[in-house]
């Protein structure tokens, strides 16, 4: 389980780089505006819709990549992709190249959003896997925090602009976990091995995980040989077998985005500065803030995997805790209470209340709960619907924003309910649930047959 544990950090290296890139701008906008002269708002906007954009171009990618290599050799490609995605804003400084750079790092956002959790979810057992899970959403908010410390240095005296060392940080992460699936973690998932046959080092990764349970595991892997999919075609996804459960993924995905979370992370700069009054000091400990309330509730949402909640609960309530904060913040922004310096508290408390409720539903669990109950091509259908909704409120936030920003979140509010409302009508548990059991459920459409307790303790191979 150790070494297990090591392979997952080690998978995880690529939500650190998604993190990384998704707060970065937030910390060196101001310089890369100068520098490469961009004034205008639109192009301000696109900055952060491309990288949006190559994330849901990314996303369908993944299931391409995975029907033509391993799942080992997609997340080594991802970094390739990486390292050279950030090597074209230095080819020379021009706003085009940045743009161009800010395209395909999304696009490697978007590899790595849907690779990771399926990687993680294939080589985790059905035990660990919601635990394991959860790593994934970690990785990405301690990405953020570090961006938010390396704030720190930016007055500091460096060899390279602090901008270029913040664009260039990023590739270090992606020549660790490279050279680690090359070198020590040269395995590949037992569900892929299965698939394909692969019975030597389906035996090899199987001992690993399971230890004294590895001939037994082994024996159900080989049986799921006669049943594993080999792959999935659109029609297929299309089917009633899954079209269901395809609409559910699809609209909690697009929710997550729509939600307001990222509108929050790319502008909280912009925010704190406002109800500040441009404080540099306040802005970096509020920012600061924002990232450990991120690694704070990640670690939350992995114990509360473990011993307290079940996911479907976690999300449902999470949700609703996620739109009462954005109605109160619209009702503190939209009034004069929010000039005052009594409002200004306010408006951070919701903000801060708001990232809480979704650090522990719709954040660290959507991606665990869409491995689940969908193949790979639904998990990067859903996933592209992710990222497109993400760069409709990255475009979209800065315009709304320029008439009365109370009114974003009041918009927020009211996709977080939506959310709220398909999780209570349409989400099953499926913590402790195998991929049989999950199709019986929406073949059936009969959610209550099987009590969770019952089935969470067979034993079963997910």
Excluded at 347 to 367: A, M, Q, T, W
Aim: aromatic share 12%; proline share 2%.
């Amino acid at each position: 389980m150790n070494k297990l544990l090591l392979i997952i950090l080690n998978c995880c290296l690529g939500s650190l780089f998604m993190g990384f890139c998704l707060g970065q701008m937030n910390v060196i906008s101001t310089e890369v505006y100068n520098v490469y002269k961009i004034d205008d708002t639109f192009t301000k906007g696109l900055m952060q819709s491309l990288l949006t954009i190559g994330g849901g171009v990314g996303s369908i990618s993944a299931s391409i990549l995975m029907g033509l290599f391993s799942r080992r050799k997609c997340l080594q490609i991802t970094d390739v992709f990486g390292m050279m995605a950030i090597m074209i804003a230095f080819m020379d400084e021009s706003r085009y190249l940045l743009l161009a750079s800010r395209f395909f790092v999304g696009l490697v956002l978007g590899l790595n959003g849907v690779l990771v959790p399926v990687y993680i979810n294939e080589m985790s057992p059905k035990e660990k896997a919601g635990i394991l899970g959860t790593m994934n959403q970690l990785f990405i908010t301690l990405g953020i925090l570090t961006t938010f410390l390396m704030s720190s240095f930016s007055d500091a005296s460096l060899p390279i602009p602090f901008y270029k060392l913040m664009l260039y940080l990023p590739m270090i992460p992606c020549i660790i976990r490279a050279s680690a699936l090359s070198t020590v973690f040269k395995y590949e998932t037992p569900v892929y091995c299965a698939k394909h046959h692969l019975n030597q080092q389906l035996h090899k990764v199987v001992e690993m995980i399971y230890e004294e349970k590895a001939e037994k595991m082994y024996e159900q892997f080989q049986q799921s040989q006669k049943s594993t999919e080999r792959s999935m075609t659109i029609n297929q996804l299309l089917s009633s077998k899954y079209r269901s459960r395809l609409i559910i993924g699809i609209s909690l995905a697009s929710l997550q985005q729509l939600g307001g979370i990222n509108g929050i992370m790319f502008y909280s700069s912009s925010i704190f500065d406002q109800v500040t009054g441009q404080a540099a000091k306040k802005v970096f400990y509020l920012n600061l803030i924002v990232g450990f309330i991120g690694v704070f509730t990640a670690l939350l949402a992995n114990c509360n995997n473990r011993v307290i909640w079940k996911k479907a609960n976690s999300q449902k309530y999470g949700t609703l805790w996620c739109c009462v904060s954005l109605l109160m913040l619209t009702f503190v922004m939209s009034n004069s209470i929010g000039d005052t310096s009594y409002g200004s508290y306010l408006i951070v408390i919701c903000i801060f209340s708001y990232l809480f409720g979704f650090g522990f539903s719709l954040g660290p669990l959507l991606f665990i709960y869409l491995t689940e109950i969908l193949p790979d091509l639904g998990v990067s259908a859903s996933s592209l619907m992710n990222w497109m909704s993400g760069g409709l409120v990255a475009q979209m936030f800065p315009i709304i924003a320029s008439y009365d920003i109370s009114y974003c979140f009041g918009i927020f509010s009211i996709f977080n309910f939506a959310a709220y409302l398909i999780i209570q009508q349409k989400v099953i548990e499926t913590k402790g649930l195998d991929r049989e059991s999950v199709d019986k459920y929406f073949e059936n459409q009969k959610f209550d047959q099987m009590p969770y307790q019952e089935v969470y303790q067979e034993d079963r191979f997910r």
